[in-house]
């Protein structure tokens, strides 16, 4: 049984590679060095798609996993040069294809955009549980050293101001939308949508563009079908992960000694306190689940019809809005009422 999982293994790893984004593919042979620590195998590609220096690459790597939850001190601790830590990368990267189906998002997100789509989210109260005891990594690792208030005022209006800017392009890019469906209602083969996107507006002006989407298309379709194959081959990937651990101890990097077989197991434990932290937070969302619309979305043309509903539901949320500023202004001046001494001036309008 074990010469059989053995044979199986680089299938294994081999569709798990093929399935990744090829910007950020690694090479199979990177896993077995990662989980031995070898300074020359790294993953931080993989979880830092946007090439940069190593040590923003760290630092992004680490805030992503510190969001999602994950709370394995020695990971935190790594240097940010990037010499050491490739254990500790591997055992991110499979918490996060656990925890989030990395891979799952990684082909969505990735993937071939025929229709125009926009991202829509109106869900309510979906804050994981995960938030919990997130404090206690964050004092020790991020407030090292007191911070200024006023670089933190400069950093929130610079966040503002950003967001500003992402506003208004989106606005834009939703105008340039409206143009291209309008203009082009009636043209498309499918009735249910009745208009072309950008991308068939581009292959009716440059016929000769289809080789690349072609190219696209076909890339995806094979990232798709390896997959599959990870899919009926990942019970492997996750045994290896787990066995194999008293060879561990024999095996010393260049500089240091690796971790013993205890401390890996420690590490298996923790992925697995992590499995069972996503099935509470599956159990608590098909407990809480409530009709929201999540993900992307592809951008249909519609009548005025809809557009006096989306306007009448636009009012609805800005009367709700009212109410609650209200309700905390309310609140404020009874708080307000319980400090002696104190003159609370408001804000100027803008």
């Known amino acids: 049984m074990r010469s059989g999982r053995a044979g199986t293994l680089p299938a294994a790893i081999g569709a798990l590679c093929r399935a990744l984004p090829l910007e950020s593919r690694p090479a199979p042979e990177t896993f077995r060095l990662a989980k031995f620590d070898r300074p020359q195998a790294s993953l931080r590609r993989v979880l830092s798609p946007k090439p940069a220096e190593i040590s923003t690459q ?4 680490k805030s992503v996993l510190w969001y999602h939850g994950y709370g394995r001190p020695e990971f935190y601790q790594l240097p940010s040069d990037g010499s050491v830590g490739s254990r500790e990368l591997l055992l991110a990267f499979s918490w996060l294809l656990n925890r989030i189906n990395l891979l799952e998002q990684l082909l969505i997100a990735n993937r071939v955009k025929i229709g125009d789509e926009t991202s829509v989210c109106t869900c309510e109260g979906n804050l994981p549980n995960t938030w919990k005891g997130r404090t206690e990594i964050v004092p020790e690792l991020c407030l090292k050293s007191e911070v200024d208030v006023r670089y933190l005022q400069w950093l929130n209006g610079r966040l503002r101001f950003q967001w500003r800017n992402l506003h208004v392009d989106h606005q834009e890019q939703c105008k340039l939308f409206h143009k291209i469906h309008s203009y082009t209602v009636g043209c498309h083969i499918d009735h249910t949508i009745g208009h072309f996107s950008v991308t068939e507006v581009d292959l009716v002006r440059q016929p000769h563009s289809y080789k690349q989407l072609l190219q696209l298309l076909e890339s995806e379709t094979s990232r798709l079908e390896a997959f599959l194959e990870w899919k009926q081959l990942e019970p492997v990937y996750w045994h290896w992960m787990v066995m194999n651990q008293p060879n561990i101890k024999d095996v010393k990097s260049e500089e240091r000694e690796l971790p013993d077989e205890r401390e890996f197991c420690a590490a298996v434990r ?30 249909v043309f519609k009548d005025k019809t809809v557009i006096s509903e989306l306007r009448m539901q636009e009012a609805k949320l800005g009367r709700q809005l009212k109410r609650l500023q209200e309700e905390c202004r309310h609140k404020l001046d009874q708080i307000a009422e319980g400090l002696a001494g104190v003159i609370c001036i408001p804000p100027t309008k803008r």
Not at 58 to 61: K, L
């Open 270 to 299: 923790t992925i697995t306190e992590a499995v069972e932290l996503k099935l509470s937070d599956l159990k608590y969302h098909c407990a809480h689940k409530k009709n929201g619309m999540h993900g992307p979305y592809r951008l």
């Open 58 to 61: 760290i630092r992004f790597v």
